[in-house]
């Protein structure tokens, strides 16, 4: 089920809030919480279900496991290691097997022995990147003892299968909602209502009308890449660049506007980070919640940058790097994720006279340099990738590709460039709710809602990592 | 709030989101399709009017991807091409040739326009003269009123056989009448239909078949044909003879074709589900009966291209070859089985319409 759906602007969230708001006690909350969730999971495939329920019983028998095992016993490290294993051979199976023999093969093949690999017909689990960090980050923080592992299933089972951020994040830590899933039971429903229908109405906004409308020009000039001269390479790169932000941004803060109808307040992920200047900056900015899990569960547990400047940049490159495959099992990922460990390398090699330039070049070029970068994102191979980076700094003949009127693009595009980096994000617009603000939120829901009608709705771009 | 204010309120802001909605659509259809802002038509069925050329497509009209030409022709404008005097395939039959679910331009008769474009040495020009729910009178009827000032060299009919199960009455031409009616105003709601369109989208298939079964279980109408009614499938033969005599009457060369659904294994769940879907238009029979005409009536055109000598088409290979990837429905195309329809006809077209001896 998707957020940007009829069934479940009409069907399921009105049924999900007003069940939720009528149960009188904290147990039940809970209880109805996670069915919510494992229906809306279980929308896409039931099996799915199967896979998210194991899960979490494994993370939450660790838990109560290291209940028993004070601070730094061995058995306590057992409690860590065997579900972290488990979580982690689950993704890795359903993720990265066919990646795994596709390289294989490819090696074999460029030594001159090629071995023939079959490739598996594994279908990939929605979101499983996502609720994998969940439950890891809980096992991690429930180790260190940053956290106190809860003893109620159905407390644990609300949180990792919160359907508000299950599928596409951000990716919350047990501890930045553990308060306000203990005060579920006597909670108020006015106190955040209005925040959370503005904040859904603004992600509804950016998914809808925004992401979706440049995705008609994006997806068939990707598609019919060839073709492009170098005016149509740009437009897609920009288009894409813009979809993707606007695409997981409105994803995030419906899930924040969701969290907020349900008295759960889920933290910012993206803080207009296209007008971050420079690569540090920009990781602050996007994707909050993965860049600090890696930066909390692998960059400093590597040593971070406490052992000098080599090793620091190895860290960083080891950091991004898996933050390139955690996107996605190919290799043009993983090269997505070497360019930004070069960007914050190069970044902290330069970065007296990177910070001496003007505010406006900062930001510019840090715009240009993501832009190239979202190109091998986007990408299905290495040499699609450089062939429209060829186009993109070498005039060529061709075509604009666009299944929308042009103007319509370019409208929108010029939004999107103003909004993100110009305009306010979700979280520093106000969100009381005045007699002109409810006549504009009437209005950006009936936009978003004729958009979600007349197309049937388009999966959120992030749902495949 | 008072509840006054508030009722005044909630007012206010349904009427904020109907607005934005209507006019959110309005810029969607101009921008996807290119439908002007002000055009008035709300749906498919507002495309056929009926004047003194008697039931046909209006011409130059538009309801999202479904464009009529200044012809009254479903595709891309004549004047183009009109110079290079092409020959001209006409391709006819009903909502299945028409197109409702390919994407623009997919449609089977456009894919067969490219498949002829490489095959041919020869300019040719395929138009779509088929509309949703076209009988084959009104094809023939139609062919004479409209389609004989085109000269077609070929005339391709896919036809739709059970709609001569349909009605108690037998499918007929709708007699020409003398007004040309206006087209709709600006001020049409598109609103309302798209929302229940979206909603209808949204409901899980194993609701929708629920519902269908509810609503079969107790069929509103007799079953008046329980067996395959023999003088039904007579009647379809002598319109087909009609057909045929009609094309050749305009001078075209007729090519037939059977007409395929994606039923053929009616044990699987998925087909039983597409079955009911199919039998709740035509409740005057049972599925079991809809699936026995369809075949015998596919006999019957076959006998009738034999007699009459004339090419005959039955795409079944080339999609079974696709699958039910072919069919969006119980018998519409995909983009990829109107490519299929178009490969099965493309040899028997060619032949006929590419011939540079005359």
Redesign the interface.
Known sequence: MLFNSLEFIFAFLPLTYAVFWLLPSTQLRYVWLTLAGYVFYGWWDPRFCLLMAFSTVVSYVAGLGMLRHPLGSPGRKRFLVIPITIDLCLLAFFKYTNFALDTVQGVTTLLGVPVMVPHLDIILPIGISFYTFHTISYIVDAYRGTITPTRNLWEFATYVSLFSQLVAGPIVRFRQIEADLEAIGGSSRTRWMSRGLSFFCIGLVEKVLIADTLAAMVDPSFARWTELSSAGAWLAVLGYSFQLLFDFSGYSTMAVGLGYLFAIRIPQNFNSPYQALNPSDFWERWHISLSSCLRDYLYIPLGGNRGGAWPTYRNLMLTMLFGGLWHGASWTFVFWGFYHGVLLCAYRLCRGWWDARPRVLQQAAMFMAVVFGWVFFRATSFGMAVAICRKLLVPTDGLVVTDIQLPMVLGTMLLAAWWSMRGPNAFVMEHVITPRRRLTLSVAFGAGLALIVTARPSPFLYFQF | MTPSRFVL?GL???S??????????R??????H?VPFTSGYTSLGQLIIRDRLGMHPRPSSQFRQFRINSLGYRGEEWADTARAQPRVVLTMGASETFGLYESAGKEWPRQLQDSLTTTCAMPVRVLNGAFAGMSLPTVTADLLARGRTLRPRVVVYYPTPVQYIEGVALPSAPAPTADSPPPPPWWRLR?PS??R???K????ELVLDLLRRADTAEPTSPVIFPVVPEDRLNAFEADLRRLVGASRGVGAIPVLMAHRHRLSDTLSVENRRWLRAWSRFYPLATGDVLLAFELRAIDRIRLVARDSGVAFVDPAARLSATGPAAFADFSHFTDRGAAAMAGATVGAVAAAACDPGD
């Open positions: 309120w206010v802001c349904v904020c989101i109907a607005a934005a909605f209507e006019g959110t659509i810029v969607d259809d101009w921008a996807q290119g609103g798209r929302l369109d979206g909603i989208a949204s409901v899980p």
